[in-house]
């Protein structure tokens, strides 16, 4: 079985922009969940969708957004970009979440200038 | 407020020795212990998990003790090899599929 895809694997972009970044879970996983990670505050949960809905948000700003399409693959938007988002943003999938082993991506690099 | 506390930040340990990482975590919601490997440039990948019912468990090179009423759980790593060079992360969930993740030990295995 296929990983976790994360695409693209690296970014720059400038303060003030916005940005999209993808994840395709694991085949037949429908949990997707988003994490950043960053020397100073280590790895922070941002949210976790199941099933298209949004079923769990960690302590992020309202920039941070995301979304989940019927085929669970996953989109997370960022936007007014500051210089402090400057992180490795990952997607983990499970099975079902709750029970199940989460498995990340190798994550988005996200630089922002 | 730091819900799991991960020590120590770096180990250094010689190839064939036992690798000891320690976690503590505050909220007895917690039910499920996961730790995990990442190497540069790779996303953390999932090496062995617990849950609080269970004091210990073993999968080939890697053991975790899980000690409840102290609310501490640990990872050691038997015949440490060069390989095993990597950061190893421990984490507690809740119900629901949110991860409190440990600040990450960061181990070197001298050859």
């Known amino acids: 079985k296929a990983g976790v895809t994360q695409t693209p694997r690296y970014l720059i972009k400038t303060r003030g922009q916005q940005v999209t970044l993808s994840c395709s879970p694991i085949?037949?996983?429908?949990?997707v969940s988003w994490y950043q990670q960053t020397p100073g505050q280590g790895l922070q949960f941002l949210f976790e969708?199941?099933?298209?809905?949004?079923?769990n948000k960690g302590n992020f700003p309202g920039r941070f957004s995301g979304r989940q399409f019927s085929n669970s693959r996953s989109e997370m938007n960022v936007s007014t970009l500051e210089l402090g988002d400057s992180a490795l943003y990952l997607c983990?999938?499970?099975?079902?979440?709750?029970?199940?082993?989460?498995?990340f991506g190798n994550g988005t690099r996200l630089t922002v200038t | 407020q730091q819900q799991v506390k991960q020590s120590p930040q770096s180990l250094i340990v010689q190839k064939g020795g036992i690798s000891i990482i320690n976690c503590a975590y505050e909220?007895?919601?917690?039910?499920?212990f996961p730790w995990y490997q990442q190497f540069p440039g790779k996303g953390p990948a999932l090496l062995i998990a617990?849950?609080?019912?269970?004091s210990e468990k073993k999968e080939g090179r890697f053991t975790i003790s899980f000690n409840k009423s102290a609310k501490q759980f640990s990872l050691h790593i038997m015949d440490s090899q060069p390989g095993d060079s990597a950061t190893y992360f421990c984490?507690?969930?809740?119900?629901?599929?949110?991860?409190?993740f440990g600040g990450g030990t960061r181990l070197m295995v001298k050859p």
């Open positions: 969708y199941f099933s298209e809905t949004q079923r």
């Open positions: 984490a507690a969930r809740k119900p629901g599929n949110m991860l409190t």
């Open positions: 085949s037949g996983h429908r949990s």
């Open positions: 983990a999938s499970s099975l079902e979440g709750g029970n199940s082993p989460l498995h």
């Open positions: 617990i849950r609080p019912d269970v």
């Open positions: 909220n007895t919601a917690f039910d499920y």
